[in-house]
T-cell receptor
Framework: LAKTTQPISMDSYEGQEVNITCSHN???????ITWYQQFPSQGPRFIIQ???TKVTNEVASLFIPADRKSSTLSLPRVSLSDTAVYYC???????????FGSGTKLNVKP | NAGVTQTPKFRVLKTGQSMTLLCAQD?????MYWYRQDPGMGLRLIHY???????AKGEVPDGYNVSRLKKQNFLLGLESAAPSQTSVYFC??????????????FGPGTRLTVT
């Protein structure tokens, strides 16, 4: 299985940059990497997707090294509203290797 | 657009009872999914569908059945509920990967308790 490993939790302060790393050693050649954000009592919300190198959108950046065995979600200048659980997902359309993981609980403090 | 909607939002069942959860999407997505999320855990894929009339098993399919008679609807059935099926159930939909997008759109969830 293309399982993922993430830190269970992270703390940060408002205005800081937060980097969350996900390990996915068994990623397959065709697998994309996607990240989701989930608030309590809500469904996950898509943040960003990537295959290699760096991807940036209006809310985050995704860094993927050449070997693709890990990826790092970067959230610039976090605010209290960024307190949530962040999931790294790999193997999205290889359903036999589909794994959401337990996520990283980010706590942003004032 | 309503996006992905789920019915009902909450339900309490007794062991052995049956029920159907309804998921509807208005984005003309080909792919639809049912997940369960237990407290403090990530999401686990129960069943999925890559098109109208087709369904397939995910990671934890036992005790559940699904049907996709219409493209916009994906039904999850529990024939004989068990306490181990107490969970929050999320439905999601997405375009085909051929579109280049891997974004899944999630519904608000159904909180199911089996006593």
């Amino acid at each position: 299985l293309a399982k993922t490993t993430q830190p269970i939790s992270m703390d940060s302060y408002e205005g800081q940059e937060v980097n969350i790393t996900c390990s996915h050693n068994n990623i397959a050649t065709n697998d994309y990497i996607t990240w989701y954000q989930q608030f309590p009592s809500q469904g996950p919300r898509f943040i960003i997707q990537g295959y290699k190198t760096k991807v940036t959108n209006e809310v985050a950046s995704l860094f993927i090294p050449a070997d693709r065995k890990s990826s790092t979600l970067s959230l610039p200048r976090v605010s209290l509203s960024d307190t949530a659980v962040y999931y790294c997902l790999v193997g999205l359309y290889n359903f036999n290797k589909f794994y959401f993981g337990s996520g990283t609980k980010l706590n942003v403090k004032p | 657009n309503a996006g992905v909607t789920q019915t009902p939002k909450f339900r309490v069942l007794k062991t052995g009872q049956s029920m159907t959860l309804l998921c509807a999407q208005d984005m003309n997505h080909e792919y639809m999914y049912w997940y369960r999320q237990d407290p403090g855990m990530g999401l686990r894929l129960i069943h999925y569908s890559v098109g109208e009339g087709t369904t397939a098993k995910g990671e934890v399919p036992d005790g559940y059945n699904v049907s996709r008679l219409k493209k916009q609807n994906f039904l999850l059935g529990l024939e004989s509920a068990a306490p181990s099926q107490t969970s929050v159930y999320f439905c999601a939909s997405s375009l085909s990967p051929r579109s280049g997008s891997y974004e899944q759109y999630f519904g608000p969830g159904t909180r199911l308790t089996v006593t």
